[in-house]
């Protein structure tokens, strides 16, 4: 029953065993930053970040690529980091390019399974570990990607991102059958009419809208490490934000790199809030929901490769990403 997503499995072992072998020794000079795992769903107010460099550096990185358990003493939902970055001499992005495609493959043959056996899409994870043998396997670090740059920066940044949402895309039909049946059963228990409900009068607050519209669910989520690449000329804008769940991987370039370090995380001394966020166009603030923003029309993916073009595997496999 699960044939596939076992032999998908063991492809990206394949992969990232391969990537292992060659990465290493093509390292000119790295860092890492080694973040204790979570032992419960809830952020301390304070994190604790341990540098490493040199071979611990390279060690911890080859060990956390290949981790895709979580630790004995790892809460669940929560997700093994190790930000860093390392300079190589030569590029290794067709190989990290075959691991992403491994992981997608496998994130694939998930789905699959869950749907030939009709269920929730909340039950990847449980579908997923059954398949694979182990309670301990986390999905996030499972499919958590590689991210290569066939380019040098002039500046690499971490820093921890202290008030990022998540967004969840979800159809109004959906949103409104879980209303209206959350309703019945308010009614039912507190022996009220369903119009005098809650969840009755925010079916009334999306009458206007249509059962084929969607719309995104905000949910704020944990603190956590961000990188930030400059490739351009000093004074323009920063280049790529990946996440740093895993170290980047780029080119060694002739001049001196400018790195900031990761820093220990205190909650009292955080960053405020971005003043550049997009507004939102709000359908249910109450509930967190608001209509999606104005998609750009982004040829990205379809533009011609330009002279200086960086390959990197942000945003989209094999993407061509032009530096600013």
């Known amino acids: ?7 998908a499995y063991q492809r990206l072992v394949a992969e990232v065993t391969q990537f292992n072998e060659t990465w290493p020794s093509l390292v000119v000079a790295g860092k890492v930053w080694r973040v204790p ?12 970040v341990e540098a490493l460099t040199g071979q611990q550096a390279i060690d911890a ?7 895709f358990q979580r630790d004995i003493d790892q809460a669940p939902g929560t997700v093994m980091r190790l930000p860093g970055y390392f300079q ?14 491994a992981k997608l493959a496998l994130m694939d043959a998930i789905e699959a399974e869950r749907v030939a056996q009709n269920l929730a899409p909340e039950m990847r994870p449980k579908l997923m570990r059954k398949a694979l043998g ?7 670090q499972l499919q958590r990607t590689l991210h290569v740059f066939d380019g040098a920066p002039r500046r690499i940044s971490f820093t921890w991102a202290g008030h990022t949402t998540s967004t969840e895309r979800i159809r109004v039909a959906k949103v409104r059958e879980q209303l209206a049946h959350a309703a019945k059963l308010r009614a039912a228990a507190e022996d009220i009419p369903v119009q005098q409900t809650p969840e009755y009068l925010d079916l ?11 719309l995104i669910k905000h949910k704020q989520i944990a603190p956590h490490p961000r990188c930030t690449l400059w490739f351009g000329p000093t ?5 790529a934000q990946p996440k740093a769940n895993l170290p980047v991987f780029v080119l060694a370039g002739d001049g001196q790199m400018k790195l900031s370090d990761l820093k220990h995380f205190d909650k009292a001394v955080r960053g405020e809030r971005r003043r550049d966020v997009k507004p939102r166009q709000e359908v249910w603030p109450q509930r967190h929901m608001y209509l999606p923003g104005p998609k750009g029309q982004s040829t990205q993916a379809e533009a011609p490769v330009k002279e200086g ?13 032009e530096p600013t």
């Open 1 to 7: 029953m699960y044939d596939v997503i076992q032999a």
């Open 37 to 48: 795992v979570l032992q419960e769903q809830r952020t301390p107010d304070v994190i604790e």
């Open 61 to 67: 990185t080859v060990g956390a690529l290949r981790t």
């Open 88 to 101: 190589l001499s030569a590029s290794v992005l067709p190989q990290a390019m075959a691991v992403n495609t």
């Open 134 to 140: 182990s309670s301990l396997f986390s999905t996030k």
């Open 204 to 214: 009334a607050a999306i009458i206007r809208l249509d059962d084929a519209d969607v």
């Open 235 to 239: 004074g323009m804008k920063w280049d």
């Open 309 to 321: 073009a960086l390959h990197s595997t942000y945003r989209l496999g094999g993407v061509v990403y």
